[in-house]
C-alpha cells in the first residue's frame, strides 16, 4: 500500500514535475483513462507506473494522479517517466485536505477522537478496549492502518481533481501490471446497478493445517480477520480473560449487528459477502457520490470511536470499517471484466514453492493482468522471491509482459535459481550437543541457509530434515514434510505402488487435487502427490534405503526444483542439521558416504564434558567420548575438513563462535 518514510534528492529534480494542486484537474475526456495512487515512495511507484506505460496500447492518454506527503521523493519518479507518456500529476496531500476542509468535508484525522486508542508511538492502548472491543492478534499491530494516506481514499469523490469525472483506477504502488489498463476502465460498463467499485477478490489466506498459505478463491467477511471473525464460530472468538489476544469482547458481535442495521439498514451475513482488496479497484464515482458512501464511512467512524470497536493500529480499522462501509458494493473482477481480468494478490506474502503446493505453476503469474506484491517481501527487496522478482526486474529493464512470458513459463527459469552453486557444509552434533542457540544465530545471517526449526520461516529446510523414522510426520498435509527424508522414506512405497491411480498429471493441480481417489491411509497426500510422483518417477525399477538417502541428500545440497524448502536469493552457503542422536548407526553410515561424495565442510559441535554434571556415570562419559572420537576419526577418513567445537567453548563468547564458522565455510 505504502510506507511510512523520506526520501531526499536534490532540490533541482524535485522541483522538476510539481504542479499546483490547485492547477490540476481531471476532464472526462474521449478515450481518456485516470489512475489515481496514494503513495511515498519510490521504487514500487518506478515499477507501477514504467509497467502501466509499457504494457497500454496508448500510454499518452493516461494521466496518473498522485498523492503524496513526500513530493521529492514522488517527483524524482515522474522525473525518471518523463518519456513514458503518460501524464503523471503530483499533489501535496496537504493541499487535496485543504481543498476538502474548504469544501466542507472533515477527514477522519481531523477529527478530535483521532488517536485515542493508541499512544505516542502509535501502539494500540489497552486502556482503550472494553465489552465491545476486538483485540487485535500479536501480528496486527501497524501505525499505516491509521495514516491519512490509507483514509484519504474515501474522500476521492469530493477531490477537486476528480469532480468532473466518472470514474477512476485506484491502485497500490506494488503492483506490476500486465495488461492494457484500458480493459479495466471500460469495465464500468458492466458494472451492476447497485455496485460502485470493482476490486480484487482473489484471496490467499494462511492455513494452520499445512502451515502456509493457501488459495482461499472466493473468501468471505466471515473468514477474513479484517473483521475479526477469521473462519472461526462467533462462539470461538470471545476472549476468555484479560490477556487473550485475537478474540472479541462479549458484546461485540451484539454491538456490532445494531451498528449495521442503524447504518445499513439492514442486517449482516459476512457469510455470504465476498471479500475484496483495494490494490486495483475501479470506482464509479458518480454512483459513490448518489449512494453517499463516504457519509457512510464516517458514521462507522464515529461508532468505532464511541463504542471502541477496532483499535486504529489494526487492519480491522485500516480495512474492516471499508468492508461494513462498502458492504454490497462491491464486483469481482472476475465477475464484471469481459474478457477476464485477473489481479494476482498476496504475492508479497508467498513463495513460489507455495504456489506450486497449491497446484499452480508459471502461467499463473503470466496470465494475469495485474500482479500485486501486498505483503513484507516486496519485489525490489533483496530478500523478496527471486521469481516472482522477475516480472519487476524485467519491467525496470524496460521488457513488456508478453516479452518475459516465456522467460517465466521455461521450468529452466525456476531450476536456475534454485540450484545456484551455494558453499556445502554440515553441522553434526553428538548424542548430547546442544545447539539451538547456534542453529538460530547462523539462521539469522542472510548469507546461510541452514536447516533448523524455521521459526516463521514457513520454507526453511527443518532441523531434523535427514532422520529417519519420525512418527511427528503424521500431519499429512503440512507443506514443510516435503523436506523431510522420513517423510519421503515413509510415503513413497505406497505412491509407487498406486503410481497409476495416483499421479494423474491433469489431477495434480489446483481444484484438482481431491478429485483423485486415495486409499484411506493416504488421506491427506493430495497436496504433496506432485512432489511424491516426481521422486517415484525417478525409480522406475525400484530403489533400496541407501540410494534413496543418497539422492535425497544430493538433490538437498544440488538444489531440488520441487521441493517445497527453498533457500533465500541471498544465500551464499547452505548447509544441514544432523543430531546423531536421532539416527541409527545404518542410517549414520549413510550419511557419511554422502559427505565423501558432496565434501561439505562439516562443523562438529561436541557436549562439553564438564557440562555432563557431577552424577554423569563414567560408562556414559567414557562412551559419548569413544563416540566422539570415532566420529572424527570417520570424518578424516573422508577427507573433509572439520572444525571441531566443545559447547563450553562458546558460553559467553557466542558472536565470536560465529564468526569462526562462518570464516570456516568461506565467508568471512
Known amino acids: 500500500m505504502f510506507r511510512i518514510a523520506k526520501y531526499f534528492f536534490p532540490l533541482a529534480l524535485a522541483l522538476a514535475a510539481f504542479t499546483p494542486v490547485e492547477e490540476l484537474k481531471a476532464e472526462n475526456e474521449e478515450g481518456v483513462i485516470h489512475m489515481c495512487m496514494f503513495s511515498e515512495r519510490v521504487e514500487g511507484l518506478e515499477g507501477t507506473l514504467k509497467s502501466i506505460s509499457l504494457n497500454a496500447a496508448d500510454p499518452n492518454k493516461i494521466h496518473v494522479w498522485i498523492v503524496t506527503d513526500n513530493t521529492t521523493a514522488i517527483n524524482i519518479v515522474a522525473n525518471y517517466m518523463k518519456d513514458s507518456g503518460l501524464k503523471i500529476h503530483t499533489m501535496e496531500i496537504e493541499a487535496v485536505v485543504k481543498q476538502l476542509l474548504d469544501d466542507g468535508h472533515k477527514p477522519v484525522w481531523t477529527w478530535k477522537q483521532y488517536g485515542s486508542s493508541v499512544n505516542s508511538k502509535a501502539e494500540f492502548n489497552r486502556n482503550w478496549i472494553n465489552k465491545n472491543s476486538a483485540r487485535p492478534a500479536d501480528w496486527d499491530h501497524s501505525p499505516m492502518h491509521m495514516h491519512q494516506l490509507n483514509h484519504l481514499r ?37 458494472l451492476p446497478e447497485e455496485k460502485m467499485m470493482v476490486g480484487a477478490c482473489e484471496i490467499w489466506r494462511y492455513n494452520p493445517d499445512q502451515q502456509t498459505f493457501g488459495l482461499a478463491g472466493g473468501s468471505t467477511y466471515a473468514l477474513t480477520h479484517a473483521l475479526g471473525q477469521g473462519g472461526r464460530t462467533i462462539e470461538e472468538t470471545y476472549c476468555n480473560d484479560d490477556t487473550q489476544v485475537d478474540c472479541v469482547g462479549s458484546n461485540h458481535w451484539k454491538n456490532l449487528q445494531q451498528r449495521f442495521l442503524e447504518i445499513n439498514g439492514q442486517p449482516y451475513d459476512f457469510d455470504n459477502q465476498v471479500e475484496w482488496n483495494y490494490g486495483f479497484a475501479l470506482f464509479d464515482l458518480k454512483k459513490w457520490r448518489d449512494m453517499e458512501l463516504t457519509a457512510t464511512y464516517e458514521q462507522w467512524m464515529h461508532a468505532n470511536y464511541d463504542d471502541h470497536i477496532f483499535p486504529e493500529s489494526s487492519l480491522m480499522y485500516g480495512l474492516g470499517i471499508a468492508f461494513l462501509a462498502f458492504y454490497d458494493r462491491v464486483s469481482c473482477w472476475k465477475d464484471v471484466a469481459q474478457p477476464s481480468f485477473n489481479v494476482r494478490d498476496g504475492l508479497g506474502y508467498m513463495s513460489y514453492p507455495e504456489l506450486k503446493f497449491n497446484g499452480l505453476d508459471a502461467s499463473f503469474i503470466t496470465s494475469a493482468h495485474v500482479l500485486h506484491y501486498d505483503g513484507w517481501q516486496k519485489p525490489w527487496l533483496e530478500e523478496a522471491d527471486e521469481f516472482f522478482s522477475i516480472p519487476y526486474q524485467q519491467t525496470m529493464k524496460g521488457v513488456k509482459a508478453v516479452d518475459y512470458k516465456e522467460m517465466i513459463e521455461d521450468p529452466k527459469t525456476y531450476e536456475a535459481l534454485v540450484k545456484k552453486p551455494r558453499q556445502p557444509f554440515l553441522i553434526i552434533t553428538d548424542k548430547d550437543g546442544k545447539s539451538d542457540w547456534f542453529l538460530n544465530e547462523l539462521a539469522d545471517d542472510p548469507r546461510i541457509c541452514v536447516s533448523t526449526r524455521g521459526g516463521m520461516n514457513r520454507i526453511g529446510f527443518p532441523s531434523d530434515m535427514f ?36 499421479c494423474q498429471n491433469d489431477k495434480l493441480r489446483y481444484g484438482q487435487f481431491f478429485k483423485l481417489s486415495l486409499d484411506k491411509e493416504d488421506q491427506g497426500l493430495q497436496y504433496q502427490l506432485p512432489m511424491l510422483c516426481e521422486w517415484a518417477n525417478r525409480y522406475p525399477q525400484g530403489y533400496n534405503k541407501s540410494s534413496l538417502f543418497a539422492d535425497y ?7 531440488e526444483a520441487s521441493w517445497a524448502c527453498q533457500c533465500s536469493p541471498t544465500t551464499q552457503a547452505k548447509g544441514a542439521f544432523v543430531r546423531t542422536a536421532w539416527m541409527d548407526e545404518a542410517s549414520l553410515n549413510l550419511l557419511w558416504d554422502s559427505v565423501q561424495e558432496i565434501k561439505p565442510k562439516v562443523i562438529f559441535f561436541k557436549q562439553y564434558a564438564q557440562h555432563w554434571g557431577p552424577n554423569m556415570h563414567s560408562g556414559t562419559t567414557m562412551s559419548a567420548v569413544k563416540f566422539q572420537a570415532s566420529v572424527v576419526e570417520i570424518l578424516k577418513s573422508k577427507n573433509v575438513d572439520v572444525l571441531e567445537f566443545e559447547s563450553g567453548q562458546c558460553f559467553g563468547k557466542e558472536s565470536r563462535c560465529v564468526h569462526k564458522i562462518t570464516k570456516f565455510i568461506g565467508l568471512d
Open 553 to 559: 541428500v544430493r538433490s538437498f545440497y544440488n538444489g
Open 467 to 502: 532422520a529417519s523414522n519420525l512418527k511427528k510426520l503424521e500431519t499429512k498435509q503440512r507443506m514443510r514434510n516435503q523436506c523431510y527424508f522420513s517423510f519421503i522414506e515413509q510415503n513413497l512405497p505406497r505412491v509407487i505402488e498406486n503410481k497409476e491411480k495416483y
Open 154 to 190: 474515501f474522500y476521492i469523490p469530493y477531490m477537486e481533481q476528480f469532480k468532473d469525472i466518472d470514474r477512476v483506477i485506484f491502485l497500490d504502488d506494488d503492483l506490476i501490471v500486465q495488461g492494457d489498463v484500458k480493459h479495466a476502465w471500460d469495465t464500468l460498463d458492466n
